[in-house]
């Protein structure tokens, strides 16, 4: 499949960021708005499942600098493999994620991050990750319910928390965890620094003139450090699950 998170706000905006560059490593990642509230929940409710001697999946993983958080699943001790529908550096099986090949019930976790609104049939995706899962495993899967359109023309669907327990009860799982990826503020903190991206492309279009590249600094700062923050603080304060930007859920296939 493709990559399993949708490009980081940083990775947008082109190869430098000012929050990079003036904030200390944790901070930076917080304000990754997009990615964090994903590897936060990875953190507490997927990672302390793992261990030496479990065999864990990470499908739809994408190519090795897409991986964010493959050191962090090595060091638990688990044997990682990763599949992707594009062969690269770092992906062990090429293959769909909706039909892998790969044998009944040979993992007993799996990580399914960003994957299902480009695929074309998603209830297939959740049958196939239930097929390939151990009777007691656990899978965790992300999908966005507010996102602009990406990796395109590979981009179908999105999810409500309803959508998303419904398919994965359907495939047979227990839900056992379904929790929102932040609130409205946290995508609107997403959605405003994205806005740089779109006025970039204008700028572009244009043949980027001189007057165009400070007014690329001001944007940089003010949305999508300036302002993000901002957000992300409302976020704290006046938290609202209506308008997140998707849904994490951690499920169990009983044994």
């Known amino acids: 499949m493709l990559a399993s998170t949708f490009d980081c706000t940083d990775e947008i905006m082109g190869s430098t960021s000012l929050g990079k560059t003036l904030l200390p490593p944790d901070w930076h990642e917080r304000l990754q708005a997009d990615r964090y509230p994903i590897n936060a929940f990875v953190r507490q409710k997927f990672m302390p499942l793992l261990k030496p001697g479990v065999r864990l999946l990470d499908a739809g993983s994408g190519r090795l600098p897409e991986q ?22 770092g992906v062990d099986h090429v293959a769909d994620v909706a039909d892998t090949k790969l044998p009944d019930q040979s993992y007993d976790a799996i990580l399914c991050l960003q994957v299902l609104e480009h695929v074309t049939n998603p209830q297939a995706v959740c049958r196939e990750l239930y097929r390939i899962s151990k009777p007691g495993g656990h899978v965790m899967v992300s999908a966005p319910q507010s ?5 395109l023309p590979y981009h179908f669907f999105h999810y409500t928390n309803r959508g998303m327990r419904q398919i994965l009860e359907e495939a047979g799982f227990e839900v056992l965890a379904l929790e929102p990826q932040g609130g409205l503020f946290t995508t609107l903190a997403v959605m405003n620094h994205y806005s740089c991206s ?8 244009h043949g980027n003139p001189l007057w165009s590249r400070p007014l690329r600094l001001a944007r940089r700062l003010w949305h999508g450090l300036i302002h993000k923050s901002y957000y992300l603080w409302l976020d704290r304060v006046l938290f609202s699950e209506d308008g997140t930007q998707g849904w994490n859920a951690l499920c169990h296939r009983k044994a």
């Not at 996102?147 to 990796?151: E, I, K, R, S």
């Open 147 to 151: 996102a602009w359109l990406h990796n």
């Open 198 to 205: 779109v006025l970039d492309e204008i700028a572009q279009r």
């Open 68 to 89: 964010h958080l493959r050191n962090e699943l090595l060091a638990t001790g688990a044997t990682l493999e990763t599949l992707d529908f594009m062969a690269g550096e």
